[in-house]
């Protein structure tokens, strides 16, 4: 399950004028992004031009959109969404998606956050694009987690994300104005109509389009967590899921060329707070195998004798790997000479002295050096 959450009058709570008596209005593109409560009861909403909130209000502050502002206030709750998945994609500062598919109970997970970050709402559902109009939509209900299409059926058909403006005004045009009204057009028309997309708005429909939420926040960290179904004392099984999770975070490090050297470790339980363990070790941390024995160690440092709920291994700062390749021509001539000299001997002392020659000892023929310089001279090969 993916939620998508939203901090309501996050701006303008920001700046400090949610209260003010003033209509307070925050821009981008030429579009309200938020509104405070007097604006709001002057009939303003977040869907409006620039142009017609300011003809509604005749008046009011209207402040500009500068994403440094807001930054900080961004991190704090974002953090707070961190606490129940390590797969938080931004979409803008005060919105965000967040993957709770590993969790057994991602419905209670969802809740619960919903409980803990303040001033947020949300909505749940299988795909990215139908949380986040779940999330538009109030949907409290959760109708995008247990029945997409009824979810869907009256929701205009230019407001289903995965089909582009140009399909939905087709299907309109051809009478079809709602998904509830599309859902009768048989995959074979849709084939005639719009080609290689067809499959793409069949599933739109149902509600079914699958989009992979990104893990881009924090940044510069990378982390994972594994849920038992039951907890779990069995050593060997906890050892299995510290490799497990040595493996996972591996793959995405060395697919992106970067190390750690400081690793945090959260044991998890069903009846009291976490434990956590966090130690900076001196070689760095990349591969499966320092992953795990770092993580082990960890977990070993904390003498836990309670049954484990879930494991967490963070790695809070990375780093991208430095590649140096030292020019030949930058070194002086001596260390040059003493690096081929060290170079050579390794070689015959493993293959033989007659396994490599240094050019300046070889013998040419007399015969071949006179008919060098002859050709040198005449010309003639």
């Known amino acids: 399950m993916i939620a998508f959450l939203q901090i309501q009058r996050f701006y303008v709570r920001t700046l400090g004028l949610e209260d003010h008596p003033d209509p307070v209005i925050v821009t981008k593109d030429k579009a309200v992004l938020d509104l405070n409560i007097a604006a709001e009861q002057r009939r303003v909403n977040a869907e409006m031009s620039t142009r017609d909130a300011k003809a509604s209000l005749m008046g009011g502050v209207f402040r500009q959109w500068e994403p440094e502002c807001y930054s900080c206030a961004q991190h704090a709750w974002l953090d707070l969404a961190v606490d129940f998945s390590d797969v938080v994609e931004p979409d803008e500062q ?5 993957d709770l598919s590993i969790h057994p109970d991602p419905i209670a997970t969802y809740r619960a956050m919903l409980e803990a970050i303040p001033y947020s709402k949300g909505g749940l559902s299988p795909t990215k694009w139908l949380s986040k109009l779940a999330a538009k939509r109030n949907d409290a209900a959760l ?10 059926h009256g929701i205009p058909i230019h407001q289903i994300e995965p089909i582009t403006f140009e399909q939905a005004a087709k299907l309109e045009f051809l009478g079809y104005t709602t998904c509830g009204k599309a859902l009768d057009i048989p995959l074979d028309v849709l084939h005639r109509q719009f080609g290689g997309h067809a499959v793409t708005i069949w599933n739109a429909l149902r509600g079914q389009v699958n989009q992979a ?3 881009i926040y924090p940044e510069k960290s990378a982390a994972d967590r594994i849920y038992f179904a039951n907890p779990v ?3 060997a099984v906890v050892e299995n899921t510290l490799l497990k999770l040595a493996n996972q975070l591996a793959s995405r490090l060395l697919g992106n060329d970067l190390f750690g050297a400081t690793m945090k470790l959260t044991l998890e339980f069903e009846d009291q707070d976490p434990t956590i363990a966090e130690r900076t070790f001196t070689k ?3 591969d499966r195998r320092s992953l795990y024995f770092a993580s ?3 977990y070993d440092s904390l003498n836990n004798e309670q049954p484990v709920a879930a494991i967490r291994i963070s790695l809070p700062e990375l780093h991208h790997k430095v590649h140096h390749q030292e020019s030949f021509d930058q070194l002086e001539l001596r260390e040059k000479l003493q690096r081929a000299d060290t170079a050579i001997r390794c070689v015959r002392k493993s293959y033989g002295d007659a396994s490599i020659k240094i050019a300046g000892d070889i013998q040419v023929p007399r015969r071949q050096l006179v008919l060098k310089e002859w050709r040198n001279a005449t010309g003639w090969n």
């Open 94 to 98: 005060h919105s965000a998606w967040v």
């Open 143 to 152: 109708d995008a987690v247990f029945d997409p299409q009824a979810f869907l």
């Open 213 to 215: 939420v990104q893990a």
């Open 233 to 235: 004392e069995d050593m």
């Open 284 to 286: 760095p941390l990349h």
């Open 296 to 298: 082990k160690r960890l």
